[in-house]
């Protein structure tokens, strides 16, 4: 039975969040500017399953958070200028006024509260553009690293944990961890792990390494995984760590043990 990941680091009360609470939720607006995030994007789609409700008021969020994230000068499609020129619309048909204003007078107020309007609507949309723009501009988001020939880095990942990169080979991860961010990083080639304990044993808390159809979930643990074309070899000097493979039950190494998988295993592994 293939294996499936669930995110459950947060357990905020999303179902009553405001649009503009959802765009500026770290955790909601990652799985929107990085799909391919796969614990993420399993944690959202389970979320959205248990509540439909909630559909609408997230597609909304997400199209705000990606016109926002558009670079400088792009413009806005038809359809979305269509859409804030019918919110807009929308907000001024509803509006009422205090008293009866003769017709002249009734003009001059509606362009200034057209005008209230507009400013209004722009000024949530430069507000949440330069938000975004703050935590997940150049200097934000993913870090990708690579090695050449003969070239080995050792690298401090966020939570502390120390990682050797052997050559030719490549690694990528957030460049910041904390309690929405699970800690994963994404393995192509060879590399060698001295993972930080948490107390914390909770599955959203485990350190992971991805790569490609196998996964290795640590707490505290040094190890060292391989990638090869036909295989991947994970060999375990201290702690113990699940390795999970698709479309097998997981396994479990314990010290001074190793394993080689298939890239795309045909029969059960031990």
Request: hydrophobic share 40%; with cysteine; charged share 20%.
């Amino acid at each position: 039975m293939a294996y499936t990941k669930q995110y459950n680091a947060v357990n905020k009360p999303y179902a009553d969040y405001t649009i503009e609470e959802l765009t500026l939720d770290d955790l909601f607006v990652r799985w929107v500017q990085h799909p391919d995030d796969d614990e993420v994007a399993a944690y959202w789609q389970i979320w959205l399953t248990q509540n439909p409700d909630c559909i609408e008021k997230v597609e909304t969020a997400r199209k705000i958070i990606l016109t926002c994230s558009q670079p400088p000068g792009t413009p806005l499609s038809t359809e979305e200028i269509s859409s804030v020129w019918g919110r807009i619309r929308v907000s001024l048909q509803t509006m009422e006024d205090v008293r009866p204003l003769l017709p002249d007078v009734r003009i001059v107020v509606g362009w200034w509260y057209f005008i209230r309007t507009v400013a209004a609507a722009m000024g949530v949309v430069l507000l949440i553009g330069w938000a975004l723009w703050m935590q997940y501009g150049p200097n934000q988001g993913l870090s990708t690293i690579s090695t050449l020939d003969n070239q080995t880095r050792e690298l401090k990942l966020p939570d502390n944990s120390i990682m050797t990169l052997y050559p030719n080979s490549s690694v990528r991860y957030a460049r910041q961890w904390n309690d929405e961010t699970p800690r994963a990083v994404w393995l192509h080639g060879e590399a060698e792990f001295f993972v930080k304990h948490r107390n914390d044993t909770s599955s959203a808390r485990l350190f992971r390494v991805h790569t490609g159809d196998l996964t290795i979930e640590a707490l505290g643990t040094a190890f060292r995984v391989r990638q090869q074309p036909r295989s991947t070899s994970v060999a375990l000097t201290s702690g113990s760590v699940n390795l999970l493979v698709k479309h097998h039950n997981p396994v479990r190494l314990q010290p001074g043990e190793w394993i080689e998988i298939p890239t795309s295993p045909t029969k059960s592994l031990p």
